[in-house]
């Protein structure tokens, strides 16, 4: 899976509020069928930390860096990119659909 | 330790200090399907220093001072391994084959922590210095004694491998223990900035594409294929590696 794809399956279950690694990683098996492997799984959570789209939640943000499953959550600016790449996937998606023919719902 | 544990040891120190548990959870619960894409990730992540979230203050800077010495390091002993062609000798009578020193050295010029210009952190760093380089440089002088005591002239088995064997552990504790200072000086001296180590880790990449030029055209010339040619691949991919994790540490224009 591409780095980019794990970023947003992240950001796409942390949405619905926060969690630890594992939790997201079992939230993405139940969202696609498969779970991402460590390396997708952790890389895309520090790229989405330097990114500051999503950051440690709560009173773990004050926790020391070395706490065994850290929850994360959203950012605003998380929450902005995930809409904004969902609403061109969206777009994409219902252009998608129209040039094979099927009326998008 | 077992492999779960030798994978989370591949990934940055930032980052396993944050994610180690997690990334080991996700190794034990996978199996041994999962360690291809650790092992990727854990080189991913390498090679992109402004995604470490830093554990502590100047950890991303400290880290890659460190990695830049020990590519340097590495590479030095592998050319001496390697016997290198004429076409990467520091010969100032051969200039165009010492060309891909002036990047190398530039780049190990910017990456080295500065000296403070306090008298207690001056000799907080000579102590640091002296602890971490006292054992090495006994090695060598030992080595240096042995070499010129005149007991050596007839040696053979055994003792041609112990003394190899001396020889390479002395190159080796030296490199390391290099490393180890440029890692414990971060407290007594003045670190580079992210864009000072960038451009140091692009120039030494630049250095190291060079020399896998030079190598790879002397390769050619002379139709040998081993082992300068495997260095040759090593150099190039040597030179990738730091040339993309000193783009991604330098500030991005936008």
Redesign the interface.
């Known amino acids: 899976m591409h780095?980019n794809d794990a970023q947003m399956l992240v950001l796409t279950v942390l949405a619905d509020g926060p969690l630890?690694?594992?939790a997201i990683?079992t939230a993405i098996q139940e969202l696609t069928g498969s779970?991402?492997?460590?390396?997708?799984?952790?890389?895309a959570?520090?790229?989405l930390?330097?990114r500051a789209l999503i950051r440690p939640a709560g009173a773990e943000a004050d926790a020391s860096?070395?706490e065994?499953?850290?929850t994360m959550e959203i950012t605003d600016a998380g929450r902005d990119a995930l809409r904004a790449e969902l609403e061109q996937m969206n777009r994409i998606a219902r252009a998608g659909l129209r040039a094979l023919g099927i009326n998008p719902a | 330790m077992n492999a779960a544990a030798l994978i989370v040891g591949l990934?940055p120190p930032a980052?396993r200090?944050?994610?180690g548990?997690?990334?080991r959870?996700?190794?034990d619960?996978?199996g041994l399907r999962?360690w291809?894409?650790?092992?990727?990730?854990?080189v991913?992540?390498w090679l992109?220093p402004?995604?470490?979230?830093e554990?502590?203050t100047g950890q991303t800077r400290r880290v890659a001072a460190v990695a830049l010495f020990a590519v340097t390091s590495a590479t030095m002993l592998m050319l001496r391994a390697v016997e290198p062609s004429p076409a990467l000798t520091a010969d100032t009578r051969h200039i165009a084959t010492s060309l891909w020193l002036i990047p190398t050295l530039l780049g190990i010029a910017l990456a080295a922590p500065l000296p403070p210009l306090r008298w207690s952190a001056l000799r907080r760093l000579t102590a640091v210095a002296i602890r971490a380089l006292a054992g090495p440089a006994a090695a060598l002088a030992a080595m240096v004694l042995l070499a010129n005591s005149g007991v050596l002239k007839q040696t053979s088995g055994l003792t041609d491998v112990l003394l190899v064997s001396y020889y390479w552990g002395t190159l080796a504790f030296g490199a390391v223990a290099a490393c180890v200072l440029v890692g414990r000086v971060a407290g007594a001296a003045v670190l580079p900035s992210r864009r000072r180590l960038g451009t140091a880790l692009v120039l030494l990449g630049t250095g190291l594409a060079s020399a896998a030029l030079q190598n790879a055209m002397a390769c050619v010339k002379s139709g040998s294929v081993t082992p300068s040619f495997a260095a040759t691949i090593a150099l190039a991919l040597l030179a990738a590696a730091t040339i993309t994790a000193g783009q991604d540490l330098r500030p991005h224009r936008t």
């Open positions: 780095s630890h690694g594992y990683n779970r991402l492997g460590p390396g997708s799984l952790y890389g959570l520090s790229r930390e330097a860096p070395r065994r499953h850290r | 990934y980052v200090d944050r994610w548990p997690g990334i959870d996700e190794l619960a996978a999962s291809p894409d650790a092992i990727i990730g854990a991913r992540l992109r402004s995604t470490w979230p554990t502590s």
